[in-house]
């Protein structure tokens, strides 16, 4: 089976079938940076980290573009409220975003241009769509009429005539009553009084939101490209406004597959800094959770569902990760002492045929490991695969740690080393590294052994119910009922538990 992905556009899962043969254009909307980012843009960008590797492992060569939005009415007010410019909000919170972003493991992306650093583009690219009718003047401001594009609201499904339309807090009343139409939306905003602006032809002014995403994917990939990234809260208005946009001045689709994963939910609601409900990158790694239990936490779940942030989710992916951790930290602290070399591993395997048995059930792993990943990225499943390479290396792990001797021959080592070479191989695609071991505590820092156990439980059922045993999955719920432990399964594949 090849990869198969959810388009947003079609509403489909479709075959992943790139413009040119091994070669993938990826544009990813970027932050807006008037602050630290917190956990929902954590699990976009940690997502993406992982589509984009598993593309590049899977023999594509990959150019992933993302940018910074580093003029707009939050950036302007958070420097008038610290009394600086917007310069050194934006420049401090890039610097933020890109150590947040390393601590947590995701690639830089190849190119990362800014809105103020492309101005030339925006600036044509407005001209071009005002020569075609697409769009209007209004003493300095420049708006796109909705109306000269017959496939509005193809991305959102949404109406014109049924929906009433405020761009989400960033258009003021004033702005509304200039337009044409309620949905027009702007291109370009003339300058106000104080606040920093850029010459046009339209007069002092500075871009508006979606023109600068359009102008950049063309500038950066062509009119045309493989994938276009985001949450889901972009799909509207930002993204639908993009596609107008770009579609109407090029006459040709601006991205073949849109995907767009799911919000983090706190309390049932959406994680938002308007809300206030948020929590820091910096402030949970900060307390004590390791950033490659970020990502488990992350990954567990399906992309495009809605992710639950709670305690007790938190401290099973922590959990699970102290387990899945020792494993890959085996051959790294104790290869030398097991004798595992590259060059003994060739010897065995040229004279042993029990070997040539335990490459073909590593390699039916492998086919799993792809099978989940390629059904819209199911990192569930591909998780379920690292945990069953895991575990016997894990029991290992745990006795050498305690100064026991391995008991295992030559044969078994051999095809110990077989399986923990799989296990880093595949957990590199997800971008899970090894971390120090004391690193891998609960959220508080402490190691609770009880709370260890039940979640050590709940992930074994969890990969009982991935491999279709469900009479195994229902006893281990029962068998923790028996001992006062109730589960609660919540969407996005997260469960929880609670003492009765």
Known sequence: MSLRLTNSITRRTEEFRPLLPKKVSIYCCGVTVYDLCHLGHARSYIVWDVLRRYLIWSGYQVTFVQNFTDIDDKILQRAAKEGCSMDEVSERNIKAFHQDMDALGILRPDRMPRATKCLDGIRSFIQDLEKSGSAYSVDGDVYFAVMKHAGYGKLSGRDLSEQQFNATGRVSEVEEARKHHPFDFALWKGAKDGEPCFPSPWGQGRPGWHIEC????????????????????LVFPHHENEIAQSEALTGVELARYWLHNGMVNVGGEKMSKSVGNFTTIRNLLESGVTPMSVRLFVLQANYRKPLDFTD????????GWKSLNGAICLGMTHGAVLGWTEAKLINEEASNSSIGSTCEQLEALRQRFI?????????????????????????????????????KDDIEHTQLFLRWRLLVELSEVLGLKSEEIGQCLSPEGTNDSGDESINAAILSRKEAKLAGNFAKADQIRKELKDAGIQLIDKPGGITEWVKI
Do not use: C, Q, W, Y
């Open 312 to 319: 007790e989710a938190l401290k099973a992916a922590s959990a």
């Open 371 to 407: 099978a989940s990943m390629d059904d819209d990225l199911n990192t569930s499943g591909a998780l379920a695969v690292l945990f069953e390479l895991a575990r016997p290396l894990r029991s290992l792990f745990n006795r050498l740690e305690h100064g026991e001797n391995s008991d």
């Open 214 to 233: 359009s102008a950049m994917v063309r500038e950066e990939l062509g009119d045309t490209i493989d994938i276009h990234l985001g949450g889901a809260d």
